[in-house]
């Protein structure tokens, strides 16, 4: 009976320092969150892109890239996104969200015809893959309105802008 007791001991002495000394890991998992495809109401060039890290731990993002199906977007990602935070990424300039400063611009454009858009890590592992479908059908977005594709919990929505 003593060494049954002993086991139990060791037993719970193991488990609490395990769970006192040895480190928790919270991953961070980075999505595509929001396309502005068609652009903006001052202009159809104001696209945009926004990622979102899902987990507690900030990401760094360098050598992650973001490519359109087309090849008409192709960006190499740095810089970082903190826990639960969001990587807004502008078309051309940092003006095509005027309220909010970009995290990083590029190049290309989305056409609205619809395309695929691939998130990858800097290993070149995918990430995230987005298919637009014909006219962003799959994802949503409005040309005339100019609401754009977010991504929710359940699923895709059409809505007004959020960066």
């Known amino acids: 009976m003593h060494s049954a007791n002993t086991n139990w001991i060791s037993f719970y ?4 320092f395990a769970f006192i ?3 928790h890991v919270a991953y961070g998992a980075v999505e595509i969150s929001e396309v502005a495809w068609m652009g903006s109401v001052a202009s159809s060039n104001d696209e945009w892109i926004e990622l979102r890290n899902t987990g507690t731990n ?5 050598g992650y ?3 359109s199906g087309n090849g008409a977007v192709h960006v190499t990602i740095s810089g970082s996104i903190s826990g639960s935070g969001y990587f807004l990424l502008e078309r051309s300039d940092d003006s095509t969200v005027p309220t909010v400063a970009a995290d990083q611009i590029y190049v290309g454009s989305l056409t609205n015809a ?3 858009l691939t998130l990858k890590n800097a290993s070149g ?5 987005i298919q637009g479908g014909e006219n962003w059908g799959t994802i949503g977005g409005d040309n005339v309105t100019k609401d754009t594709a977010q991504r929710t919990s359940s699923g ?6 959020t960066p």
């Open 13 to 16: 002495a193991v488990f609490l």
């Open 21 to 23: 000394f040895v480190p």
């Open 58 to 62: 900030a990401v760094d993002l360098s």
């Open 65 to 67: 890239t973001l490519s």
């Open 114 to 116: 619809g395309d695929s």
């Open 125 to 129: 592992g995918v990430i995230d893959v």
């Open 156 to 161: 895709w929505v059409t809505a007004p802008g």
